[in-house]
């Protein structure tokens, strides 16, 4: 009752402030791009053999103090439980740690917006489970506004397990705190490089077979093998892709483009930041793509696409190829293809690339600290000690077992020496796909408090195909090019924000309008007069002076 409650009031306070979730705009590149920082993100990523050392806290720990706890449910249980409360992983949780847990959610999908409530109303939690990266004005303006507290002396005095990780791997702690040095949440962390990778385009193996051509490379090998599927195989779509939330989404991290040097947002280069949509190998990306348009090798409904429209042109054999996610991508789609088509076939391919052998330039990677499903502490806390211990368990030996492989016994048992899931997850009774299932009993399907497993992504990954995408995918520079985690300044923050907020409105009508047929590839240039005029030089500024900072940390 209390949450609800809670609830009435946020939504009360949305009506009187006009809901404020406008203003929540991301501050940070924070090498993260795209989809790929969405829930795969998660369910794709770990780290193995790095189970931090428990050290002083004792658990259960033993107290009578109930403390709040605010966070969305993740996407793979929405339609499974309702709330975190009938979650299992969640009341094993309170038992494990002997902290007992009220849970307070959005709803779905609606995270943002009921934060910024929330944060107005002044009723705030014990605990906030949020990206901080994309608050307006960074982590700093989350605890100078009075919202969340700089952790780091209760971490040096209640949080030993996280604190000896951070020591033992210097690289993820400079990541994990702001410019000044402050900690502000209990962080995500992908502890394996393997794990960090797990999104690029994939084919219809099958279909190449048929027609006797290889797996393509190159943009040529890419364009001679869409006509053949169009032709050859009757293909209405032959590479479609999700452009939800925005045009041509999946193909942000490098797909396609970065065959030409370039990516949709900022990168690194011989010690500048560039913006790939104003460099020329954009424009060349563009004419790539207005010819396989008019040419009937892209969607014709390209602009439009989302999940489900790509899933029944997948399932159905309109499309051949598209870009997508190891788990949630690949996962999903092959039985669904081979409903269709017993012999079909989905395989990885390479990054695609100019010229022949070359290596690709950029691809999907996210960073080892992912600043989703961490949590801060409010200033409004009862007990933040008892919070940083709390919280703590997820970076000790039992913590790092049970938030990646849930109860043993239950969920998981341990084959010489190796934790294998259970039939309960990977067959589960109840028909639930394994990312479903494992987010029942453990976190290892997506983000949260603690350092993610290897093993995990092992199992998870139960097609070879799919192992053998995560090879494929990452053998690119991407590493090279991109940026760490950075932040504008507090100051800083509401300017960038409005640049690239506008910055992005006239990306995506320029991609769009090109690709379309629209306006000619001609009017490239023109599109960089504008973004020039929208200060593109001030944000480069200021992504400049951010990473400057960050490496000087």
């Given at each position: 009752m209390k949450n609800t409650r809670r609830m009435a009031r946020w939504i009360s306070t949305a009506l009187a402030i006009g809901m404020l979730g406008t203003t929540l705009l991301a501050c940070s590149n924070g090498g993260n791009s795209g989809s790929a920082n969405a829930n795969e993100?998660?369910?794709?990523?770990?780290g193995n053999g790095n189970a931090p050392t428990s050290a002083v806290a004792t658990y259960p720990i033993q107290t009578d103090t109930t403390l709040t706890y605010w966070g969305e449910l993740t996407g793979n249980l929405v339609g499974v439980k309702n709330t975190h409360q009938d979650v299992p992983f969640f009341k094993k949780w309170q038992e494990n740690t002997g902290v007992p847990l009220e849970f307070l959610a959005p709803p779905a999908g609606q995270g943002r917006e009921a934060l910024n409530v929330m944060l107005a109303s002044g009723d705030l939690p014990d605990m906030i489970e949020y990206n901080f990266m994309s608050f307006p004005g960074g982590p700093e303006k989350a605890i100078s506004d009075g919202y969340i507290l700089r952790l780091n002396d209760l971490i040096d005095k209640h949080a030993p397990n996280l604190k000896k990780y951070l020591q033992d791997n210097p690289d993820i702690d400079k990541m994990v705190k702001t410019d000044s040095g402050s900690y502000y949440v209990f962080p995500f962390i992908r502890g394996d490089e393997y794990l960090r990778v797990f999104q690029g385009p994939m084919i219809r193996k099958d279909c190449l077979d048929d027609l006797g051509l290889p797996v393509p490379e190159t943009i040529d090998e890419w364009t001679a093998t869409l006509k053949a599927f169009k032709e050859k195989k009757g293909a209405a779509a032959p590479l479609s892709m999700v452009s939800k939330p925005r045009f041509f989404n999946e193909s942000y991290n490098g797909a396609f483009?970065?065959?030409?040097?370039?990516?949709?947002?900022?990168?690194?280069e011989d010690g500048k930041i560039k913006f790939g949509p104003a460099e020329p190998g954009f424009k060349e990306y563009l004419r790539l793509f207005q010819s396989w348009y008019k040419e009937g090798l892209l969607d014709k409904n390209i602009a439009t696409v989302d999940g489900k429209a790509l899933d029944s042109n997948l399932a159905s054999g309109a499309t051949g190829a598209t870009i997508g996610n190891a788990g949630g991508g690949m996962g999903k789609w092959?039985?669904?293809i081979e409903a269709n088509d017993p012999k079909a076939v989905l395989v990885a391919t390479p990054y695609p690339v100019l010229n022949k052998g070359d290596k690709p330039k950029f691809g999907q990677r996210n960073q080892a600290y992912s600043s989703e499903g961490t949590v801060a502490i409010t200033t409004a806390a009862k007990n933040p000690e008892l919070a940083v211990q709390m919280l703590d368990y997820g970076y000790s030996e039992e913590g790092h077992m049970f938030f990646n492989f849930g109860e043993e016994g239950v969920s998981y048992e341990m084959v010489d020496g190796y934790p294998k899931y259970t039939d309960l997850l990977m067959k589960n009774p109840d028909k639930l796909a394994p990312a479903q299932a494992i987010s029942l009993y453990a976190r290892g399907s997506y983000n949260g408090p603690f350092v993610q497993d290897k093993r995990y992504a092992e199992q998870f990954f139960a097609l070879q195909t799919q192992r053998d995408a995560i090879e494929i995918w990452k053998n690119t520079d991407a590493a090279k090019y991109q940026l760490p985690p950075i932040t504008p300044t507090p100051e800083e923050s509401s300017e960038?924000?409005?640049?690239?907020?506008?910055m992005n409105t006239l990306v995506d009508e320029m991609t769009i309008k090109i690709i379309l047929g629209d306006e000619s590839v001609d009017q490239f240039e023109s599109y960089v007069e504008k973004m020039k005029s929208l200060r593109l030089d001030r944000a480069i500024e200021i992504q400049t002076a951010a990473l400057e900072r960050y490496n000087s940390r």
């Open positions: 993100g998660g369910a794709n990523s770990g483009l970065g065959a030409f040097g370039v990516i949709q947002g900022f990168y690194q092959q039985p669904l960038y924000a409005a640049i690239m907020n506008d």
